[in-house]
């Protein structure tokens, strides 16, 4: 149980956790009140790095020879755009990162920060900079694990961001809009966000610290200085922050870090159901109490460890491991957060009766493709086999993707490619082959359809 206190000073009265008030130097030399984080941040700051990334490319030497047509009709021969005698331009964007492990010199950021780099660099708050190796990437949750060769290092310990409340203090630190190392402060405004369309896996933590372009792959800590979570997004409708900033839980961070670092990927299997969140109509349906909460099984595959173990069409996940299922999104980042052959523990109800079960988490049995397999321009998109019928099911987007931009959203079940019937994987990838300038896409969305045209 956390402990609290209130404290006054000039005046006011502030109501703050004990541990936070004993960390705080609380008088300065006049014997005044005078709470700082200053010193939690003389240790935290110098693990908090910047990411500069840089990627060469091709250009041409007049804009009209990017135009295929007007190449074909002056008979120009070749794709200018992939001459090597073309000019090429150096390209830099700027990051933020964490140093999580300084005896291996482990630096953990957002895929999204150095995807596509040819190099990257981070640089260290007293100035030092080291080329970083790439180890590994988790797409899915946005995640990227990078190593640099330094001594004298400094880390930031991780927190269990389980134990993150609504209402707790957190400090941002990154690299807004290529400042430098900045520190914003705010508290911890909702948990387990999710439907945003972000990533793959979302079970984001919102807060209002001042999060801005630059401070992705940055630090959110809580006041004793422990990583909670890695900022990677913002809702910015006027292009900056307006209070409303997301930050990767660290406990799914350090999940994928762990599988990283041992196989250099990450592999995440599934229990075989299909799932649905509770409305109203169903709650009144299944009998279920006013309020209770929870996520109602669909449908079990064949021969699924769901089905090893027992589980069945219309049961309700109300637990993961002893944490709450409230929602869809929150039970798929519960489940995306174990390895292949770890067992979960489930509290289901069924019939109105509590039930406890472990399940086995498999190996995935549905076809998927990411980052370009299918088709170059649906790079940064996750397809899997529809479990409810016919089709394939969007289970992932990237949200700087291509196929984001042009209006593709999780969770679409594409019907049609190019003008042709999709059933599966292996139809939709036959489609795709039509053209390779455009894509055009049936899509099933919310009960009704449109048509999407990815180019």
Known sequence: MKRRL????????????????????????????????????????????????????????????????????FDVPGDPRLRQDAPKKRQQSAGSGVIVDADKGIVMTNYHVIKGADDVEVSLIDGRAYQAKVLGVDPELDIAILSIKADGIAAVPLADSSELEVGDFVVAIGNPFGL????????????????????????FIQTDASINPGNSGGALVNFRGELVGINTAIIAPAGGNVGIGFAIPINMAKASMVQILKSGQVKRGQIGVSIQDITPDLRQAFNLQNGQTGVLITDVASASPAQQAGLKPGDIVVEIDGKPTRSTGQLRSQLGMKAINDSVKLVILREGARKAMSVKVGEPTVSAAIDGKLHPLLDGVQF????????????????????????????????????????????????????????????????????????
């Open 384 to 455: 899997a086999n529809n479990p409810d019928g016919q089709g394939v099911v969007v289970s992932a987007l990237m949200p700087n993707s291509i196929a984001a931009y042009s209006g593709l959203r999780p969770g679409d079940v594409v019907v049609g490619a190019n003008r042709e019937r999709v059933y599966d994987i292996d139809s939709f990838a036959n489609a795709l082959q039509r053209s390779q300038s455009a894509v055009l896409l049936h899509v099933s969305r919310n009960g009704g359809s449109l048509y999407i045209v990815i180019r």
């Open 6 to 73: 209130f404290v006054g000073f000039a005046g006011l009265l502030i109501f703050m956790p004990l541990q936070m008030v004993l960390a705080l130097p609380l008088h300065n030399d006049t014997g005044n009140v005078f709470p700082s984080l200053a010193p939690m941040l003389k240790k935290v700051n110098p693990a908090v790095v910047n990411i500069s990334t840089y990627s060469t490319e091709h250009h041409t030497y007049n804009p009209l020879l990017n135009d295929p047509f007007f190449r074909h009709f």
């Open 180 to 203: 430098g190392q900045t520190v914003t402060t705010g508290i911890v405004s909702a948990l387990g966000r999710s439907g945003l369309g972000m990533q793959g896996y979302e079970n």
